[in-house]
């Protein structure tokens, strides 16, 4: 099974994808992710992406784009996949849509988590982050056991550099500019599902899996 997840910044995709990858067996991955594991190694790719996103902008196509479609080549991804934060661009859903096709396969479900814009701003402030695994909390709403430690791998949260409030605002603005027309892209190839991001995170995961089958 193949899946996109579609969605502002914030709006619970890294946390549904995560679900999702759990449940069906297969990879979560998450372009963000991918970068920050680059940028606490001190790669090159690390150094070029973290420019961009500290300002809130995107990591150019050219450098995004290679690096997913290389991911999606390997030995885990045969049985499908969960991907959380690609694409994010017309040209990269495009790229994706041909990769697949040269393969003869095609996405299976776009799920397109919907939150306002109101209740995004309010979330960002409190999440904490695991740059080591990637797991993610927030202060009210989804609390790890320990304030300010991983449940999962034991190493200490992060607020996200650019989960400042005016970083926020510049993700949101660029989300609504080349993100939010995937949205359509993906209706016209017939497989949009839109689920209420503004519920409480188990509920949106019944959603999900109702879309997806048990
Ligand atoms: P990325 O890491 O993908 O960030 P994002 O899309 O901005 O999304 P987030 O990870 O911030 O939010 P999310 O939807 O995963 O929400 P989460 O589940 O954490 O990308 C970061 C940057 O990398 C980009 O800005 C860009 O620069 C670059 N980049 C990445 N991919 C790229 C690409 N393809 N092309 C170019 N550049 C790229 O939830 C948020 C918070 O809310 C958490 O605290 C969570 O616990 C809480 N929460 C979740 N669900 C609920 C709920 N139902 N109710 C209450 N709280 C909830
Ligand atoms: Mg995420």
Sequence with gaps: MKIIML???GAGKGTQAKRIAEKYGIPHISTGDIFRANIKGGTELGMK????MDQGQLVPDEITIGMLLDRIHEADCVNGYVLDGFPRTIPQAESLTKALAEMGEAIDYA???DVPDSAIVSRMGGRRAC???GATYHVEFNAPKQEGVCDVCGEKLILREDDKPETVQNRLTVYHEQTQPLIDYYQKAGVLAEVDGTQDMDQVFTDIVSVLGA
């Design 111 to 113: 799920i397109n988590v």
């Design 7 to 9: 969605g502002a910044p």
């Design 49 to 52: 992406a973290k420019a961009f």
């Design 131 to 133: 740059v080591n695994c």
